[in-house]
């Protein structure tokens, strides 16, 4: 059985241009038996308009679920583009509308998104770094109503040198206070293989870090490729596995109403 996407966009988010039933359609050809999608939920991100119509993304996918139901299971997921003051508003999100899967994902820290060249401004990159990773912790102590914590090192697509100088060791201290807390409060983690597609050669987060996670204890982790068009479905999985494997984890999950499923990897 292939490995299941739990990370994936399409035309309800204002960044792909995928129909969902071309994302359908991609998984069917490669022989997928589920696909998850988990479009944008964000307020106020900068200029683009990433609020998602809730309502009519379920009605769509559920409209779709029932026309693909004897070939391919599908999931209902959100990614939730996580800032402090969303906690309330998140959390009433998530009372109303029946998930199978909820992705938390920092895109903001100190205000900005770290794919405007603004973000690194006035610091070194390493600072910036740091900066992103206390967001991310912060945002775990506001709101934990989430399944797992996406593309942890996020902001290294878009520093000035990128994964160049990057380390794990180099933000050690908070790195391991925010997989103490997912592991504590029960979040699981993501391997997300979009840093293939961004040409970093490592997934996200890196090695390192999905090693550190387990080592402590980490048991759930789900992989995501966040395609945001049919081409890069299930992106780099084989790769997925491999490194998965060699952290020492032996299964992966993925999430069915909210509940984690662990499969052999
Ligand atoms: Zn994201
Ligand atoms: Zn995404």
Same mark, same amino acid.
């Not at 070939?71 to 959100?78: A, N, Q, R, S």
């Not at 009372?95 to 909820?102: A, G, H, L, S, T």
């Not at 090695?207 to 395609?227: K, Q, V």
């Given at each position: 059985?292939?490995?299941? #996407?739990?990370?994936?966009?399409?035309?309800?988010?204002? #960044?792909?241009?995928?129909?969902?039933?071309?994302?359908?359609? !991609?998984? &069917?050809?490669?022989?997928?038996?589920?696909?998850?999608?988990?479009?944008?939920?964000?307020?106020?991100?900068?200029?683009? =308009?990433?609020?998602?119509?809730? /309502?009519?993304? *379920?009605?769509?996918? @559920? @409209?779709?679920?029932?026309?693909?139901?004897? +070939? *391919?299971?599908?999931?209902?997921? %959100?990614?939730?583009?996580?800032?402090?003051?969303?906690?309330?508003?998140?959390?009433?999100?998530? !009372?109303?509308? /029946?998930?199978?899967? %909820? *992705?938390?994902?920092?895109? %903001?820290?100190? $205000? &900005?998104?770290?794919?405007?060249?603004?973000?690194? !401004?006035?610091?070194?990159?390493?600072?910036?770094?740091?900066?992103?990773? =206390?967001?991310?912790?912060?945002?775990?102590?506001?709101?934990?109503?989430?399944?797992? &914590?996406?593309? &942890?090192?996020?902001?290294?697509?878009? $520093? /000035?040198?990128?994964? @160049?100088?990057?380390?794990?060791?180099?933000? +050690?201290?908070? *790195?391991?206070?925010?997989?103490?807390?997912?592991?504590?409060?029960?979040? $699981?983690?993501?391997?997300?293989?979009? $840093?293939?597609?961004?040409?970093?050669?490592?997934?996200?987060?890196?090695?390192?870090?999905?090693?550190?996670?387990?080592?402590?204890?980490?048991?759930?982790?789900?992989?995501?490729?966040?395609?945001?068009?049919?081409?890069?479905?299930?992106?780099?999985?084989? +790769?997925?596995?491999?490194?998965?494997?060699?952290?020492?984890?032996?299964?992966?999950?993925?999430?069915?109403?909210?509940?984690?499923?662990?499969? +052999?990897?």
């Amino acid at each position: 059985m292939n490995v299941i #996407d739990s990370h994936m966009h399409s035309s309800f988010s204002p #960044d792909s241009q995928a129909e969902p039933v071309t994302m359908i359609r !991609q998984a &069917l050809r490669d022989h997928f038996s589920h696909i998850c999608f988990t479009d944008h939920m964000e307020y106020n991100h900068a200029e683009e =308009q990433f609020e998602l119509d809730v /309502p009519a993304y *379920i009605a769509a996918l @559920r @409209r779709l679920k029932e026309r693909y139901a004897k +070939k *391919i299971e599908l999931h209902i997921g %959100v990614e939730l583009g996580l800032e402090p003051w969303l906690a309330d508003s998140f959390h009433k999100l998530l !009372q109303q509308y /029946p998930f199978d899967f %909820v *992705i938390g994902s920092v895109h %903001v820290a100190d $205000g &900005l998104d770290p794919c405007y060249p603004e973000f690194f !401004q006035g610091r070194t990159e390493k600072e910036a770094y740091e900066a992103y990773f =206390q967001a991310v912790y912060d945002n775990i102590q506001a709101f934990c109503e989430f399944d797992i &914590l996406g593309h &942890l090192d996020y902001v290294v697509r878009y $520093g /000035p040198n990128r994964n @160049r100088f990057y380390t794990y060791e180099k933000h +050690k201290e908070i *790195i391991d206070e925010i997989l103490r807390c997912l592991i504590e409060k029960g979040i $699981g983690l993501e391997l997300n293989t979009s $840093g293939f597609r961004y040409g970093l050669g490592h997934p996200s987060p890196h090695e390192d870090i999905l090693e550190r996670y387990h080592d402590l204890g980490g048991e759930i982790i789900t992989i995501g490729s966040d395609a945001h068009s049919p081409e890069y479905f299930a992106y780099e999985f084989t +790769k997925a596995q491999n490194i998965l494997k060699k952290c020492g984890f032996t299964y992966y999950t993925y999430f069915k109403e909210r509940k984690p499923r662990f499969e +052999k990897l």
